[in-house]
């Protein structure tokens, strides 16, 4: 049950994108078509994912043991700059197609803030394996839902009369921060 | 030297040698051949990633050249000599390219359309004067003369003559388009560079209307089309040219009486 909380807390209600507003680079730049939205949550599903699992392992058989808390950020960001860059040659040996459509977001992982709060927020909360897999799962499944869900409207909004002055990102912002709004309806349900 | 510092340092440059080991032998097994030819062929474009061919960037450009998917012309920005290399490397002929060109398609500059409707005082910029009734000309077609194409123009090919209408410094431009974009009226049209027929006149009121508001606006008198051959067609007074009938040599230029559609020089 305590897993299934964390799972719909990172998912919908603690949204990393619309309630913390973590990575909105990639949430902003690659939105613009459904299809890539989805292949971008899922690579980044899965760096989150494996994120979880190697910085949760390093912190609690590394860093805690040396009593080296303090140095989390930097061993994180070391993690995930290496696991991006593994992502990277996977995709790029598996699917050409798919590494050209996510093109520079790909690499852009390594500073999704995203990514390294899913790390932080791992070791604040102390939780165990099993549970930070599900929370970075939970993570990459919200992140992958908000970016459909922008995608899905920034297509409508291209049909649509907007003022030249808010074209292409400001009214995305705009449209970001309603989304962001609806969003808070969930914050009682856990 | 502190205990703790060492264990620190021991321990972020072992992670960090055990990251790099495992990448090393990722990077051994899962390499990528690639065509050389790609890289070589990319270094000679000029690496905006502009978009302007039609594809993802520069580089996603450079693989479809190596594939035979584009045209070697397909890069609009490129240096002509780059492109005679990358012909040369792929063994390809980079003859035939005709370099686009932007017209601006009206004449009716501060003298010509002289009487105005109000003066404007507000913003320089054509998508104000827009905005604002229309910019101070009485003619709703024509150039609002705000410079919004000198501004977008990144190779200064653009400038704004006395006369509040834009002209293309035809040797800085290259063809990217950009102040197509920028033009709010849609007067500005991308055109190959030895085409040399066209309508300066976007308007489409009815004779009486336009000649009222410029002196050198398409009255939609059909003149110019009635002999030829529909390579100009009438479309709601105002003359427009269908270029795959076009025959010059059939229009009587000489009948406009207004000089909306003429004949330029252009180097062949």
Same mark, same amino acid.
């Given at each position: 049950?305590n897993?299934f909380i964390?799972?719909?807390?990172?998912?919908?209600?603690?949204?990393f994108?619309?309630?913390?507003?973590?990575?909105?680079?990639?949430?902003?730049?690659?939105s613009?078509?459904t299809?890539s939205?989805?292949?971008?949550?899922?690579a980044t599903?899965?760096?989150?994912?494996?994120?979880a699992?190697?910085?949760?392992?390093?912190?609690a058989?590394?860093l805690?043991?040396?009593?080296?808390?303090?140095?989390q950020?930097?061993?994180?960001?070391?993690?995930?700059?290496?696991?991006?860059q593994?992502v990277?040659?996977?995709i790029k040996?598996?699917?050409?197609?798919?590494?050209r459509?996510?093109?520079?977001?790909?690499p852009?992982?390594?500073?999704?803030?995203?990514?390294?709060?899913?790390?932080?927020?791992?070791?604040?909360?102390e939780?165990?394996?099993?549970?930070?897999?599900v929370?970075?799962?939970?993570?990459?499944?919200?992140f992958?839902?908000?970016?459909t869900?922008m995608?899905?409207i920034?297509?409508?909004?291209?049909?649509?009369?907007?003022p030249?002055?808010?074209?292409?990102?400001?009214?995305t912002l705009?449209?970001a921060?309603?989304l962001?709004?609806?969003?808070?309806?969930?914050?009682?349900?856990? | 030297?502190?205990?703790?510092?060492?264990i620190?340092?021991?321990?972020?440059?072992?992670l960090g040698?055990?990251f790099?080991?495992?990448?090393a032998?990722?990077?051994k097994?899962?390499?990528?051949?690639e065509?050389?030819?790609?890289?070589?062929?990319?270094?000679?474009l000029?690496?905006?990633n502009c978009?302007?061919? !039609?594809n993802?960037?520069? /580089?996603?450009f450079?693989?479809?050249?190596?594939e035979?998917?584009a045209?070697?012309?397909g890069c609009?920005?490129?240096?002509?000599?780059?492109?005679?290399a990358?012909?040369?490397?792929?063994?390809m002929?980079?003859? !035939?390219?005709?370099k686009?060109i932007?017209?601006?398609?009206?004449?009716?500059?501060?003298?010509?359309?002289?009487?105005?409707?109000?003066? /404007?005082?507000g913003?320089?910029?054509?998508?104000?004067?827009?905005?604002?009734?229309?910019?101070?000309k009485?003619?709703?077609?024509?150039?609002?003369?705000?410079?919004?194409?000198v501004?977008a123009?990144?190779f200064?090919?653009?400038?704004?003559?006395?006369n509040?209408?834009?002209?293309?410094?035809?040797p800085?431009?290259t063809?990217? !388009?950009?102040?197509v974009?920028?033009?709010?009226?849609?007067i500005i049209?991308?055109?190959p560079e030895d085409?040399?027929?066209?309508v300066?006149?976007?308007?489409?009121?009815?004779?009486k209307?336009?000649?009222?508001l410029?002196s050198?606006?398409?009255?939609?008198?059909g003149?110019c089309?009635?002999?030829?051959d529909?390579g100009?067609e009438?479309?709601?007074?105002?003359?427009?040219i269908? /270029?795959d009938?076009?025959?010059?040599?059939?229009?009587?230029f000489?009948?406009?009486?207004?000089g909306?559609?003429?004949?330029?020089?252009v180097k062949?």
């Amino acid at each position: 049950m305590n897993l299934f909380i964390i799972f719909i807390s990172a998912a919908i209600v603690n949204n990393f994108v619309l309630a913390y507003f973590l990575g909105i680079c990639p949430f902003v730049g690659v939105s613009n078509k459904t299809s890539s939205a989805v292949s971008m949550g899922m690579a980044t599903t899965f760096v989150m994912v494996v994120t979880a699992i190697v910085s949760y392992l390093i912190f609690a058989f590394v860093l805690v043991p040396f009593k080296l808390e303090f140095l989390q950020i930097p061993s994180f960001i070391l993690v995930i700059a290496s696991l991006v860059q593994f992502v990277e040659m996977v995709i790029k040996k598996v699917s050409q197609p798919l590494y050209r459509a996510l093109g520079i977001f790909l690499p852009l992982i390594t500073t999704n803030c995203a990514i390294l709060g899913l790390a932080l927020f791992i070791s604040m909360r102390e939780y165990n394996l099993m549970e930070s897999v599900v929370f970075g799962f939970g993570a990459g499944v919200g992140f992958t839902l908000a970016l459909t869900l922008m995608a899905g409207i920034r297509e409508e909004l291209e049909l649509a009369d907007v003022p030249k002055g808010f074209q292409g990102a400001p009214i995305t912002l705009i449209v970001a921060g309603i989304l962001a709004m609806a969003f808070m309806g969930f914050a009682g349900i856990i | 030297m502190d205990i703790t510092m060492i264990i620190a340092l021991a321990t972020m440059g072992g992670l960090g040698f055990v990251f790099a080991g495992a990448l090393a032998i990722a990077d051994k097994k899962l390499r990528v051949e690639e065509n050389p030819l790609i890289a070589k062929v990319n270094e000679l474009l000029p690496g905006a990633n502009c978009g302007g061919c !039609g594809n993802a960037g520069c /580089y996603d450009f450079s693989v479809k050249l190596v594939e035979g998917k584009a045209p070697v012309n397909g890069c609009p920005v490129a240096d002509p000599d780059n492109v005679k290399a990358i012909a040369m490397l792929l063994g390809m002929d980079s003859e !035939g390219a005709v370099k686009m060109i932007p017209r601006i398609l009206c004449r009716g500059g501060n003298s010509e359309a002289a009487k105005k409707l109000a003066d /404007y005082y507000g913003p320089l910029s054509c998508s104000a004067m827009a905005i604002v009734s229309g910019g101070s000309k009485l003619c709703f077609y024509g150039c609002l003369g705000g410079g919004d194409c000198v501004t977008a123009c990144p190779f200064n090919a653009m400038v704004m003559n006395e006369n509040g209408i834009p002209e293309v410094i035809e040797p800085l431009c290259t063809g990217c !388009g950009l102040c197509v974009k920028a033009c709010p009226r849609n007067i500005i049209e991308m055109h190959p560079e030895d085409r040399n027929v066209f309508v300066f006149c976007k308007n489409h009121d009815d004779a009486k209307t336009s000649k009222s508001l410029c002196s050198v606006s398409c009255l939609g008198c059909g003149a110019c089309a009635r002999k030829s051959d529909g390579g100009v067609e009438m479309q709601n007074f105002l003359g427009v040219i269908n /270029y795959d009938k076009l025959d010059a040599d059939k229009i009587q230029f000489e009948k406009c009486t207004t000089g909306a559609i003429q004949k330029i020089d252009v180097k062949s």
